[in-house]
């Protein structure tokens, strides 16, 4: 389902803030990332997802300059990241993999470190502290924060700047159920008020789903699909008819309707694996040859299933 | 603007790190083994009771005098200084990956130039104040010891030679700096620092010591022998260009490396 607050149209003429394109990166043998093209358009959360080891981070770090690409390229707000790096990486805010910071230093110091090297505003500071939840923490070394409060330290500094683009690795690491809740409400926040580009990369389907505009399945350093967020959540494989006479309907369904994809389960049960079948149009030629009808109702792939089923795909 | 940023960012860093007072307080050993050294020195029947530590006590100072303490000092801060300066390269660049935040830092709109730069100034800064420490704790200790010898010609001559091997051990702190970025941690610049000590005396006692930049210091401490002459300018541009090779290495890692840590 589209949040409150997503604006198609606003995104529609605007160029992508973030483009990878052709973005390739070879490990020796390995390649960890092959010829991935995605765009991230201003006001848009793209989720990124993918199996542990698909090649999430690898890109993360080829967008950010921590890794030079063996091809392809990187553009932030049109700026090639390989040649200017230093300009290209300015409006970004960004969390790679764990949360980390100087264990030495408070929590406020480790955003002022940030502040600096950013040249963000004083001011800036005391809004992610509130934005955040991280004022009783301020004056606490952060070597003695929890796993949360380290990743809402992290998050806090990937935003202190202001930046158009937000690069974020696996951002719920370490949250509990709350927490999740509570960085989601913070990131659609940044997406409307600010109008921010966000990639968030996950290995969780559910959160995915829930947070992002668009996603796209990376398996094997490859974008295999880009899909809307309801598209992943509700996928129709067919349609499961509980009748009176199997054989029958099936035949009446492939003479009338042309429907070949018609597989007969238990007794009385026939599945239909045409999800674009209409199944009013169905249930009134059944009813109308005068076949008991008990049952009509759409075979769903869950989530996960639907996911496993793509990248197996992938691997053929 | 960005240098002094960069800067101030490395100094915050510094000062809130336990290593920061820790490595002065370690290096204070040395000023005060000198002067025990010195007592031994003066009360032979103190040495013969104390064993092996007055029997060496007995080998480094010749005398209980000015003259002497400063030789001891100067070849202790020569050595102690070396190992001293790879800790600081470690703890400045190797600390950032086992931490985890070298990504943080190079992930930012900052010149990695500018980090290796401010990085090697801030390690610069803190071993020229830890050196003018242990020389303002050595003087001390010399004072209460009461020794003979002294002269303000000595004083000025020793002091001239503890700051000249400092410029001469800073040059040495980019190289374990790079080993540091190339080898993503503490553990590759303690071991080559290590390594460097063996090597610097190797070359030291071949002759080739002036040209191989990790004996100069020891040279230039006194530690071969009065006899031995000292470093001359062929060894400091030696020092100098290793200094600039260590950087550019530092730098040139950093930016064309992948950073997976």
Not at chain 2, 8 to 23: A, C, G, N, P, Q
Request: proline share 5%; hydrophobic share 50%.
């Amino acid at each position: 389902m589209i949040e409150r607050g997503y604006q198609p149209e606003r995104r529609a003429g605007n160029p992508p803030a973030l483009q990878a394109i052709g973005l390739t990166k070879h490990f020796g043998p390995v390649r960890a990332v092959d010829g991935l093209d995605l765009a991230v358009a201003k006001g848009e959360i793209y989720g990124f997802l993918g199996r542990n080891g698909a090649g999430k981070t690898t890109t993360i770090r080829m967008m950010l300059g921590l890794i030079r690409p063996s091809a392809g390229r990187v553009l932030l707000f049109g700026n090639d990241v390989a040649r200017r790096r230093t300009e290209a990486v300015r409006p970004v805010g960004s969390l790679v993999e764990t949360a980390t910071a100087y264990a030495s230093l408070t929590v406020r110091e480790n955003l002022e470190i940030q502040r600096r090297l950013t040249n963000a505003p004083p001011e800036s500071l005391e809004r992610v502290l509130s934005l955040f939840g991280l004022r009783p923490y301020v004056n606490r070394r952060a070597g003695q924060l929890s796993l949360g409060n380290k990743q809402r330290l992290s998050l806090a500094r990937a935003v202190l700047h202001k930046p158009g683009i937000l690069i974020l690795d696996e951002p719920s690491n370490a949250l509990d159920p709350a927490g999740i809740v509570e960085i989601r409400q913070i990131l659609r926040q940044l997406r409307d008020e600010d109008g921010l580009a966000i990639l968030v990369s996950s290995h969780i389907l559910s959160e995915i789903s829930q947070l992002a505009d668009r996603i796209g399945i990376i398996h094997r350093g490859r974008l295999i699909t880009e899909m809307r967020p309801e598209e992943l959540a509700s996928s129709v494989l067919g349609w499961e008819v509980s009748v009176s006479e199997a054989r029958r309907t099936a035949q009446l369904l492939s003479d009338r309707l042309g429907l070949s994809a018609i597989q007969e389960g238990p007794p009385g049960r026939l599945l239909i694996r045409d999800p674009s079948i209409d199944p009013a149009l169905v249930a009134r030629l059944v009813v109308e040859a005068g076949i008991g009808l008990s049952l009509l109702c759409p075979v769903e792939e869950d989530l996960e299933a639907r996911f496993l089923r793509l990248t197996r795909e992938e691997e053929k | 603007m960005m240098l002094q940023k960069n800067l101030s960012v490395e100094f915050l860093k510094l000062r809130r790190s336990t290593i920061f007072w820790f490595l002065p307080l370690a290096f204070s050993l040395g000023p005060v083994i000198a002067a025990v050294f010195m007592v031994i020195v003066s009360h032979p029947e103190l040495g013969q009771r104390l064993g092996l530590l007055g029997a060496k006590a007995q080998l480094m100072a010749m005398h209980a005098d000015w003259a002497s303490y400063f030789t001891v000092i100067s070849q202790m801060v020569g050595i102690g200084g070396m190992i001293v300066i790879g800790v600081m390269a470690a703890f400045l660049f190797g600390r950032e990956y086992a931490e985890g935040t070298a990504k943080n830092i190079l992930a930012l709109p900052v010149s990695r130039a500018g980090v290796v730069t401010a990085k090697l100034f801030v390690g610069a800064v803190w071993y020229a104040a830890v050196i003018v420490w242990v020389y303002i704790l050595a003087i001390s200790l010399g004072s209460l010891l009461s020794m003979p010898g002294y002269t303000g010609e000595l004083l000025s001559s020793a002091v001239v030679r503890g700051a000249r091997m400092a410029v001469e051990t800073i040059m040495l702190i980019s190289i374990p700096a790079w080993i540091g970025v190339a080898s993503k941690g503490y553990f590759g610049p303690l071991g080559f620092t290590m390594f460097s000590l063996i090597m610097g005396n190797v070359f030291g006692v071949t002759g080739w010591g002036p040209w191989f930049p990790w004996s100069v210091v020891p040279l230039d401490s006194g530690m071969a022998g009065p006899d031995v002459a000292l470093p001359g300018w062929g060894a400091r541009i030696v020092l100098l260009a290793t200094f600039c090779v260590g950087w550019f290495l530092t730098w040139w890692t950093l930016n064309t490396a992948d950073n997976l840590q």
